[in-house]
């Protein structure tokens, strides 16, 4: 028996590789995506190509969304030429970007109304990741979503980790995440100033610390990109960084909970904007750390 | 050739697991603490008791301290009945404990004027590494103390790392590390809200994290405490954590670097004094940033 | 000659003050709110009542709007029966509460298609100085707007204060000073904190400075509060000063200015909220500085 | 009767103007200034120089201390040739700079073991009030010192503000005063960036406030230096104002009260003595505020 067909909308620098990966293991792909040339690009790997996020459905398929903002999603869903009205009854949606919880939730409702399935599924991962399937998966929904999206999200990732029923739960565990990883970078930043001032070498530091008590993919990556100040090409741009700490302070206000750090990663991300570092690396906040320390940063 | 003899001055959690690995493996160590109980458990072990500083040492000998803070290990070199005088020419002083960087140069200082070393030495880890010879160790100052040192901390830690001939530099790099675990706590106490006020399992987010992005010791550790809200026993006080915060802003001021999170861990700690929470363990912290949040943790 | 009609909506507890004002000294006022007691008890004053903003307006006529949010006066404008197809040509609409530059710069768009004018004039100054035609007002709009608005504003405050053409300004003046007295509340009631726990007199020294340094009505004010601890019954609620500084928020993030103070003061409110503070005056949020020293407030 | 004779340390930018004002009442008053040519100009005008601060006291008089910091003061009192042994039976010392509660206390105590008196009486204004006797004055201290200093106090300053017995008192309130007013700073900078990414003229705005809601010196004065950025010369240096936040800082941990703006004050001050304005006007700490949202600050 042969695997399904999928949509894929949104081929960015992680969904171009996730799509092909899906390619790669026999699923046929239907592709969508506003800049059309990246979607040629997977076509000549055998993807087929869509003029619209309705085009890329078919009835009671599957389609995955992989997209810059909740504004993105939710006009790709329920705009014009949106997909969710032609997915229809039994249809399964995998919403797979950074978005916040209250779109999940309502992308739920919407599908619920229609006799379609939502399932919230964001990763964890740089590029490299996506393209390696090595991608951490965090999901949430109704069940009968999960059970059908097991082979599609094995084939992208290395895992995936179960956060219940409500839609918008693996939205805040991937917020949670992105938030964590962004207070990392700050602190360390703050503490390799202190150890230069200090005449301690920053590199050596960083080394030091990805090798015992912080051993882990964050702080391995991120203190060398930190420690030699190496912004360019971004990973994720300082500006969609940003995105994602408003999606972080908006979730925390609904629910009434006040996050220094986050307010303070906020205020980095808003500095970096205004001193002309949005096309940075996000983590390109180390440069108001820095400057308020009074290092020099060209040399 | 027998083992070299150590004084070990300083026998509190960590430092009576590493005066006891010492005589386990041959070194003759002869201990001295404030508190004599404890240092007559180890006396059972083979240890010999001095009744001063100054009686732990030998001229020319090891001696290695390991006090609660900078006042008791200058007092112990310095104050009445020190050591370092008769330590004398050639002798060695190894200064594990965490203390401030004008206070191992400051003794190095005063060791260099009588012809004896010092070697900065602190280590990373809970009192169970330190049992299990787990230790991390950072080290920096002359070579000639370093070449000396390196079988007593061979035996102590699971490796030597070093920062170069400033005896300071060390010191900085403890600092730096333990600011950086209690900005992780605090960034997780700040995920782990947004997380239960979503209806999110704070258990599951923690286990997720820590097999994933920060599969490492602290966020693996103190993800498990924060979680679940283990603040007693404590593992390091609250009181003592402070000790530490109060460090990093004192040495941040030293040398003109702003650190915002610092600032805010110090806040948060300075509230937990203030709460009665002195007691608890420094991720206590945690019940400060969920009252914020208005969260309940008497349940 | 009679005084010009004007249409007045919004009666809270600033705008009942204000269109009695108005009714007092000659205007013809037809008032439109949305809860009708508070109308009813105008028209017993004399004032015409409207059943909706649109019946509240004349053609080419005048109306004011003192209501609760954005939401509000876009709705009461722009929404169903709003009022400003039915003010049309050469008609004039000045807006009197704390809205978002945007939404200023938005009505003042929507009225130029229409021929009508737009003219922001928020004030300054609790109910009581609305009560006593005490209030500062800051306006900024075209010209032709604040020709005809004079005999108005000067009936309803102590002084208008211009501030050019955008009709954005006042709203970002207004924003600044809200956001500057709750500045001033918490670093206040920092201060108050610092004095108790040294054994100062709390009166006393409120008393102090609003007679020394700080001779201005926002310190003598606030200053009694705070060391008092008088919450109830609200000058302005709590959750309406969060809607406030969600705006200054908002602005300086639109305008990439970070206001490490602003995000603080929304970390207070937010707490405050949290903890069921919402009803009690903005100045509650000394509950949690206080809370943080540990000290009893319930005393 | 005559007046009686007074001592004064410390020729300053205040002390200066002091001195000359007891002088020109009809004290008695014998100077002395670490740096002598200060003191010289006094002498022309009819003040006794003393060659030490023991110099500059006769036993049981009355001696003013006008000094940088608490070191200064504990010397001048308590060092080689210092003036409290000279001092003796019945004597009274009057501390009138900025010294932190526990140096007040510990002064209090060695009077008290000598059978003189201390009265703390600190001041707020800057150089022109000092020469002009309108500075504001609080006290705290033993009632029999009081009593003594009212015509040395009346004198210079346009009324005495009294704090009770506690000689930590008087220093608490000018520490917090102190704090209150760089807060105010630092919320100004922040109201005038967002007003000036706003295309709010900060002239127009600074005197609005000055003249509305904060019609007092604090916002009136420093409004204007900041929408001007009027940093030199320096009323208080930057580099002074950092002493004194530090006092503020250590005063609060001595107490246990988290203090969130002083922290964030001192890490203004902090980066702008790493960024080289240590000389400027303690009000540069807006140019910390300007960068973070990309003003430039040399148009």
């Known amino acids: ?52 996020p309705r085009g890329a459905v078919v009835p009671g398929g599957i389609v ?31 919403s797979m970007s950074t978005v916040s919880p209250e779109t999940s939730r309502k992308l739920a409702r919407e599908h619920a109304r229609r006799g379609s399935h939502f399932l919230a599924a964001p990763v964890f991962g740089r590029p490299e990741a996506a393209a390696a399937r ?22 992208l990732g290395q895992g995936v980790h179960d956060f219940g029923e409500d839609p918008g739960a693996a939205s805040v565990v991937k917020l949670s995440g992105n938030f964590l990883i962004l207070s990392a970078v700050e602190a360390l930043a703050e503490a390799l100033a202190l150890a230069q001032k200090n005449g301690v070498d920053r590199t050596t530091l960083a080394g030091f610390l990805g090798k015992t008590i912080f051993s882990c993919a964050v702080y391995k990556n991120y203190g060398r990109i930190l420690a030699d100040r190496v912004f360019e090409p ?22 009434q909970v006040p996050m220094p750090i986050a307010d303070l990663l906020h205020a980095r991300l808003l500095s970096g904007l205004a001193n002309g570092r949005g096309h940075l690396d996000w983590t390109a906040i180390e440069l108001s750390t820095a400057g308020d320390a009074g290092i020099d940063t060209n040399r």
Chains 1, 2, 3, 4 share one sequence.
């Open 134 to 155: 090595q991608l951490w998966i965090c999901q949430s929904g109704a069940a009968v979503g999960k059970q059908r999206a097991k082979s599609v999200l094995n084939t």
């Open 234 to 255: 971004p990973g994720l741009a300082l500006e969609l960084g940003m995105k994602d700490m408003r999606l972080v302070r908006d979730t925390a206000e609904a629910v």
């Open 64 to 94: 995955i969304t992989m997209l810059a903002n909740d504004l993105a999603v939710q006009s790709a869903a329920l705009g014009e030429n949106g997909f969710v009205d032609a997915l229809g009854k039994d249809g399964l949606h995998i």
């Open 1 to 52: 028996m042969g695997k399904e067909a999928v949509g894929f909308i949104g081929l960015g620098n992680m969904g171009a590789h996730m799509a092909r990966n899906l390619l790669e293991v026999g699923f046929k792909v239907t592709v969508f995506n506003r800049t059309r040339e990246r979607a040629e690009t997977l076509a000549a790997s055998g993807a087929t190509l869509a003029e619209s």
